[in-house]
Structures are given as structure tokens and as C-alpha cells.
Nanobody, 122 residues
Framework: QLVESGGGSVNAGGSLRLSCART????????IGWFRKVAGKAREGVGC???????SYTEIGKDRFSISRDNSKTVVYLQMNSLEPEDTAIYYC??????????????????WGQGTQVTVSS
């Protein structure tokens, strides 16, 4: 079970850091992808981190977002800066075992969290 946390409400220009962890399982052998679903739109990829800690971003995530692991490899973060109202969405993390280098495509990942709401006010 993946669990996202850190969502909430923030003013435009602010920052949030989302966390993704898996109960009872260390994430060091898992690629972790971040996705978001804006109301009325299909879910989109933000970026992902592979088991070798290489990171790739989509157009959504490449300028203002950053993905990293903590030193113990138990948590993966999505740091979001300079947030805009258009970033309002439910954010999901997803995991797949053993992928060294990844891209944020939904069909790459088999285990998903329930999502955390991020709301950015103007």
C-alpha cells in the first residue's frame, strides 16, 4: 500500500512537498512515479525516479518540481515550487519494482496510492 502525504492548500507562488511511502516495504528497489489529476482532465505524469536515483520529468514537472529520495530510501518526495492555480489537482504516487530508469507513464506502474489533494489559490 502506497501512502501519499503533504497535500493541502497554498497560495499561488508557494511551495509544498509531497511524500510517498509504502508501509512495511523499503522503496529502494522501486521506481516511483508522480502523477496528477486535474478535475475534468485525464491523469498526467509529473516525473519519476528510478532505482538508480535517475530522475526524469514530463513537461509538467520539469521546471518547478523536483523528485528525490530520503537518505534511508524509505520515502520519495515531490517538491513543488512556484505553485500556480493550474497545479490544483489530486497528486498520486505509483511504484514498480526493479525499474532502473523510468518515465512517468501510467502503464509502467502497478501499485498506486490513493492520492492527496493540492489546492492552489490565486
Amino acid at each position: 500500500q502506497l501512502v501519499e502525504s503533504g497535500g493541502g492548500s497554498v497560495n499561488a507562488g508557494g511551495s509544498l512537498r509531497l511524500s510517498c511511502a509504502r508501509t512495511t516495504v523499503n522503496l529502494k528497489d522501486y521506481a516511483i512515479g508522480w502523477f496528477r489529476k486535474v478535475a475534468g482532465k485525464a491523469r498526467e505524469g509529473v516525473g519519476c525516479i528510478g532505482t538508480d536515483d535517475s530522475v526524469s520529468y514530463t513537461e509538467i514537472g520539469k521546471d518547478r518540481f523536483s523528485i528525490s529520495r530520503d537518505n534511508s530510501k524509505t520515502v520519495v518526495y515531490l517538491q513543488m515550487n512556484s505553485l500556480e492555480p493550474e497545479d490544483t489537482a489530486i497528486y498520486y504516487c505509483a511504484a514498480e519494482h526493479g525499474i532502473r530508469w523510468c518515465t512517468a507513464k501510467e502503464n509502467t506502474f502497478g501499485t498506486w496510492g490513493q492520492g492527496t489533494q493540492v489546492t492552489v489559490s490565486s
